[in-house]
């Protein structure tokens, strides 16, 4: 069974930065998309960065430049480390892993982890 854990989220002020992690398990890892979402009471879930099994990355125009998205195969885990944060940054952030590999694809999604971005 594919589990996801992200794990990272907190209190930031303004300007300051925050790294969350996403570990996956459970899976082959043979063809895959690792992507990171936000979502605030206000808004529906939004994208905000892609990273596939080839190491391909993007992100919504909203982040690029203040947030990258990493991974560590070895230790099945992914990374969003996100500078210049802004309170508008301010969401539940999930990470979502889509497996390509097999019969079907398939979706799965963390639990959230919260940040929070003020003064």
């Known amino acids: 069974q594919v589990q996801v854990v992200e794990s990272g989220g907190g209190l930031v002020q303004p300007g300051g930065s925050l790294t969350l992690s996403c570990e996956i398990s459970?899976?082959?890892?043979?063809?895959?998309?690792i992507q990171w979402h936000r979502q605030t009471p206000e808004h529906e879930r939004e994208l905000v960065a892609i990273?596939?099994?080839?190491?391909?990355?993007s992100y919504v125009d909203l982040v690029k430049g203040r947030f990258t998205i990493s991974k560590d195969s070895a230790k099945n885990m992914v990374y969003l480390q996100m500078n210049s944060l802004k309170p508008e940054d301010t969401a539940v952030y999930y990470c979502?892993?889509?497996?390509?590999?097999?019969?079907?694809?398939?979706?799965?999604w963390g639990q959230g982890t919260q940040v929070t971005v003020s003064s």
């Open positions: 979502k892993y889509i497996d390509y590999g097999g019969q079907s694809v398939a979706e799965y």
């Open positions: 459970g899976s082959t890892f043979s063809l895959y998309q």
């Open positions: 990273i596939t099994s080839g190491g391909h990355t």
